[in-house]
Nanobody, 123 residues
Framework: QVQLVESGGGLVQAGGSLRLSCAASGRTFSNYAMGWFRQAPGKEREFVATISRYGSTTYYADSVKGRFTISRDNAKNTVYLQMNSLKPEDTAVYAC????????????????WGQGTQVTVSS
């Protein structure tokens, strides 16, 4: 099991930027592909982005493609989500998740989850 703790959320105006971090502990970080998911009030949790174990492969939801960038630093056991050109519809609780081996866009494939961090984008 890997423990995950997110940080970096907050309140930002539309068009602004935030960088989320997710610090991992408990297992060898490079054994895990990582994902970011989000859940807006009254909505289902949805996929945002995923990155492979060494960062060579990434996938994004269409809604964030070109605005968000997922990256990782295995030496720091941390995965990041750089969010630019934020929109009010990006408002949600963002959570990182881990799974062994390969990337996935399906939340059911992930075994370990963080508590999440709130991102609020004002118009």
């Amino acid at each position: 099991q890997v423990q995950l703790v997110e940080s970096g959320g907050g309140l930002v105006q539309a068009g602004g930027s935030l960088r989320l971090s997710c610090a991992a502990s408990g297992r060898t970080f490079s054994n895990y592909a990582m994902g970011w998911f989000r859940q807006a009030p009254g909505k289902e949790r949805e996929f945002v982005a995923t990155i492979s174990r060494y960062g060579s492969t990434t996938y994004y939801a269409d809604s964030v493609k070109g605005r968000f960038t997922i990256s990782r630093d295995n030496a720091k056991n941390t995965v990041y989500l750089q969010m630019n050109s934020l929109k009010p519809e990006d408002t949600a609780v963002y959570a990182c998740a881990a799974r062994r081996i390969g990337t996935s866009t399906s939340q059911s494939d992930y075994t370990d989850w963080g508590q999440g961090t709130q991102v609020t984008v004002s118009s």
